[in-house]
């Protein structure tokens, strides 16, 4: 095998790593984010079926509770619970393969590795490989510039200029 077959053999594998990992992201797969989006979901159907007047779905019969705590005869009320929503930019920092507390310049580094990972230039014109390196190079990009604006809202404020 020559040397340049061996790098197209790299590239190839780096694409197809890039585009597997996104996949799994857009599939849903990803464990952490499903377990917070779930959990919030089930917190969120608990309150709200614990709110008066909520309809219970099935109706089970219920078995009296007697050991409730009372204070001056009236049940004692729980504090309502602070529901924590799933982190919607999670998922771009998934996409650049960073933890949700790193540091703007390893986002940034991450960004360039993977921004030259999926270079399209690297592929012949008009072929599949090329066309899947910039639809990853773009989904990398999106990620980058959320993230960016986020963490710096001033830092896009040169991209909208208009001359």
């Known amino acids: 095998m020559s040397f340049g077959n ?5 590239y190839l594998s780096q694409i197809k ?34 709110q008066p007047g909520a309809s219970v779905a099935s109706q089970t019969p219920l078995t009296p509770v007697t050991d409730i705590p009372v204070a001056n005869g009236q049940p004692l009320q729980s504090p309502p619970q602070q529901i924590a929503e799933p982190d919607p930019m999670m998922i771009h920092y998934k996409v650049l393969g960073v933890p949700r507390n ?12 993977l921004r030259q990972r999926c270079d399209p230039s690297r592929f012949p014109e008009g072929s ?18 959320a993230i960016r604006d986020f963490l710096d809202p001033q830092a896009g404020r040169f991209d909208k200029l208009e001359i």
């Open 128 to 145: 599949e490989e090329r066309g899947t390196a910039k639809n990853i190079q773009k989904r990398v990009d999106e990620s980058w510039k």
């Open 6 to 10: 061996r790098i197209r053999t790299v």
């Open 102 to 113: 790193a540091d703007i310049s390893v986002i940034k580094d991450a960004w360039m590795s």
């Open 17 to 50: 790593a890039l585009k597997d990992h996104l996949e799994r992201l857009d599939l849903g797969l990803d464990s952490e984010y499903n377990t917070a989006a779930s959990s919030f979901d089930a917190q969120k159907e608990l309150s709200e079926s614990m």
